[in-house]
């Protein structure tokens, strides 16, 4: 049993393959879905909506640091080659910032929850914009690590083993 945690397998994980992507696109979905539920309510006026949006936000201020733990422990076995670190610097760097920034506005959204769960500010749509946008660019780093520099591939993991990749 003990080997099975201390050996990697042909994804260079000590599990059968990468966890950081299920969490962080449950996080993704969530985060989309409150801005998406917070639009509706604020045109609808209807505030069921408003409660649908801040449990979402909830759940994925939680859920970011899940995310992130996994993705520091999978970005730590990766083996990035030279091409791929500055990828991964700047996606660690953005999901750690996200992660304030979500745990931020959640704790915003709480207040104002506590105040009126009936209305939202415009102010607040105009920041869900800007986090949108963030987990926008988080999502392009993210499918490039995978997508272009193939980040725990089997042939990548195979070329960083046999010491073709510089």
């Not at 609808?44 to 640091?65: D, H, Q």
């Amino acid at each position: 049993m003990l080997e099975f945690f201390t050996s990697l397998n042909d994804h260079n994980l000590p599990y059968p393959d990468t966890v950081h992507p299920i969490v962080v696109h449950f996080v993704i979905a969530m985060v989309l879905f409150a801005f998406f539920c917070d639009v509706l309510g604020f045109l609808t006026g209807k505030a069921r909506l408003f409660e649908v949006s801040w449990w979402n936000m909830f759940v994925a201020t939680i859920a970011i640091f899940v995310a992130i733990i996994f993705g520091q422990f999978e970005a730590g076995l990766a083996r990035p080659y030279d091409v791929a670190k500055s990828v991964l610097n700047v996606h660690t760097l953005i999901g750690w910032s996200l992660s304030g920034i979500i745990a931020a506005i959640t704790a915003w959204r709480y207040v104002l929850r506590s105040r009126n769960p009936q209305k939202l500010p415009i102010h607040y749509l105009a920041v869900g914009i800007f986090l949108v946008a963030i987990v926008g660019v988080q999502v392009y780093l993210g499918d490039e690590l995978v997508w272009i520099y193939g980040l725990h591939t089997v042939p990548v993991v195979e070329a960083a083993k046999d010491g073709m990749l510089p």
